[in-house]
């Protein structure tokens, strides 16, 4: 008796890691993970799976031997399927409470937004395989949304998910003890042979002797995801509701969303009175972590980056496949392993693309910079190194070949004017234009947070409107773009996602004293560039005689003659003379003409 508990018990195990193998492939589109990952992950998987069958087949026997009555294969295969479905289900919700119990003990972080080695740092890995592929972790503590309840229906949703095939699989195995009742073929699916084949062939599939077509590198994983020895980067991120200011006038978005760092003080709301979109940087090579953190009042909230492939691990919505969004104090885990080629430098939009671009239309969105591998990153102002590494302006020292200067500029739209929430700073709806290319909302379009819509106002100026009383929207300074004449350049542009198209473009005369000398023919930064939504491009100097040819003040704006009046425009301002809150590039000492 003991022997066929045995023999029934491996063989359905067997069965189970077949079907997590190919559900794994079934919701991912094929995988290539090595073998020797896998298979540690499955052994782990086996180790649960084999005594919860033993059980299940004890439970079931004992069972049969009170009733005291002969039970036909139909009976038996339900009966020890039932007891299979209770027992794993204590073994899943007891794993989901102990990993939430070890959860309250967070492993040592990196410093944030700073690169470490990749061996010394915990990626975050669950470390079990069990239904991995079809149900997130949701045994965080507490105060991260991952209540008891949560956790508990955790365990019971891997045991549903891993009870289908149970019945058939038993209902098969039984039968195959009586020959007369299936032919012999339907007897070969069964033997152990088969499934032993069919685990080695799932294993093999797509493993580590899969060769990648002409010019793909293979991608290697390690139990965190990312390429053992990569840099490993780390930021905590998260959703907000806040107030954005528009401009000096106190025109303002009341119901914004924003993406921060997360930080111990001050409040996120609290941080930046005049904020700009979540710019995060990372170089090519590394493994980017990023730990989002959804701290909406209501609703979901995801954090996606454009692009780039990301494990995510965490208490995600989605049904059977791992979601990328999470309830209101929820959090989630994106582990991306960074290319290593250097094309893949450039920018890539972080966006919510929840609900059709509406969160995007009221500030959700960002973007992530991946710079040359080695660079480092220094505060455009001070020329100290930036702490976090985050920032739409920075100087970028990279080890082998020319430092730059670096700005990225985020072109976004509030919507259409029955649905852009734009306000004075008395609360009042702006009111809408009428121009040549139809009805738009001033304030409607920026950059970077910023517009300075052109129309008339009642106030005269800013700061007449500073003289009012009961005015509810905070100030802005206006967007400047700031760089020393001659010094290499990377524009980062990127369009934020929603349904507006838009043109950046940059004259080539200065706004205050008329034209300058002309650009270099087929300069980047003279011609208009289309962008489509998700869209991201870099303009960069090519070296003498490219912009600028001269200091001066230069206008940034969209082509699209309503977005540029309502709001899509601002100053590059080019010195030829140090200035007190611009540092210099590596080496380099601004000199000549005074600057503007």
């Not at 036909?72 to 990993?99: D, I, K, N, P, Y």
């Not at 976004?412 to 709806?429: C, K, N």
């Not at 087929?522 to 100097?541: I, K, M, N, V």
Request: charged letters at 20%; a negative charge; proline letters at 9%.
């Amino acid at each position: 008796m003991a022997r066929r508990w045995w023999v029934l018990a491996v063989l359905l195990t067997l069965g189970l890691l077949g079907w997590e193998l190919g559900l794994l492939w079934l919701l991912s589109g094929g995988f290539d993970t090595r073998a020797e990952v896998l298979g540690a992950r499955l052994a782990w998987d086996a180790a649960l799976l084999l005594p919860v069958a033993l059980v299940a087949s004890g439970c079931a026997h004992l069972l049969a031997r009170r009733a005291g009555q002969t039970r036909t294969t139909l009976e038996a295969a339900t009966t020890l399927s039932l007891c299979f479905l209770l027992v794993l289900t204590v073994v899943t919700t007891g794993r989901g409470l102990l990993q939430r119990q070890l959860a309250r003990t967070p492993a040592p972080a990196a410093p944030e937004g700073q690169p470490v080695s990749a061996t010394d740092q915990d990626v975050g890995d669950e470390g079990r395989f069990l239904c991995a592929a079809v149900a997130p972790d949701l045994s965080l503590p507490e105060e991260e949304g991952g209540s008891v309840a949560e956790t508990a229906w955790a365990g019971v949703r891997d045991a549903l998910v891993l009870q289908v095939p149970v019945f058939p699989l038993l209902l098969l195995l039984l039968l195959r003890r009586r020959p007369g009742r299936i032919p012999s073929s339907a007897r070969a699916v069964v033997s152990p042979l088969s499934w032993v084949v069919m685990l080695g062939v799932s294993c093999a599939w797509q493993s580590d002797d899969r060769r990648p077509p002409p010019g793909e590198q293979p991608v290697q994983e390690w139990e965190g995801g990312c390429a053992p020895g990569a840099p490993v980067r780390t930021y905590a991120v998260a959703a907000i509701s806040a107030s954005l200011p528009l401009n000096a006038h106190g025109d303002h978005v009341p119901q914004g969303l924003r993406y921060v760092l997360e930080e111990d003080s001050p409040a996120p709301q609290e941080r930046e009175q005049a904020p700009h979109p979540l710019v995060l940087r990372a170089n090519v090579g590394e493994c980017l972590v990023l730990h989002f953190t959804n701290r909406l009042a209501q609703g979901p909230a995801a954090l996606r980056i454009e692009g780039l492939r990301a494990t995510v691990r965490g208490a995600g919505q989605g049904g059977f496949v791992p979601g990328t969004s999470v309830a209101p104090g929820q959090r989630l885990t994106y582990v991306l392993p960074l290319p290593e080629s250097p094309e893949a430098e450039g920018a890539y939009l972080l966006h919510d693309s929840e609900d059709g671009g509406e969160r995007e239309a009221r500030g959700l969105f960002g973007a992530l910079l991946l710079e040359p591998a080695g660079a480092v990153y220094r505060s455009a102002s001070t020329g100290e190194p930036l702490r976090d590494g985050s920032g739409w302006e920075a100087l970028i020292d990279v080890p082998t070949g020319q430092d730059f200067r670096e700005m990225a500029l985020l072109y976004h739209a509030m919507g259409p004017p029955e649905v852009a929430d734009v306000r004075s700073a008395r609360g009042a709806l702006l009111p809408v234009q009428d121009e040549m290319a139809g009805p738009f909302r001033p304030g409607a379009f920026g950059l970077n947070y910023r517009s300075q819509p052109s129309f008339e106002r009642q106030e005269d100026s800013p700061e007449d409107e500073e003289q009012r009383p009961s005015t509810v929207g905070a100030r802005a300074p206006p967007l400047r773009l700031r760089s020393y004449l001659g010094e290499p350049i990377k524009l980062r542009v990127v369009h934020a996602g929603s349904a507006e198209f838009h043109v950046h473009h940059l004259h080539a005369w200065d706004r205050r004293r008329g034209p300058r000398e002309k650009q270099a023919p087929g300069s980047p930064f003279e011609a208009p560039q289309l962008l489509s939504p998700g869209r991201a491009l870099t303009l960069a100097t090519a070296g003498a005689g490219d912009f600028p040819t001269a200091a001066g003040d230069f206008l940034v704006h969209c082509h699209v003659p309503n977005h540029s009046a309502g709001g899509e425009q601002h100053t590059w301002r080019v010195f030829a003379a140090p200035q007190p809150d611009l540092a210099p590039l590596t080496g380099q000492t601004p000199s000549g003409v005074s600057g503007p």
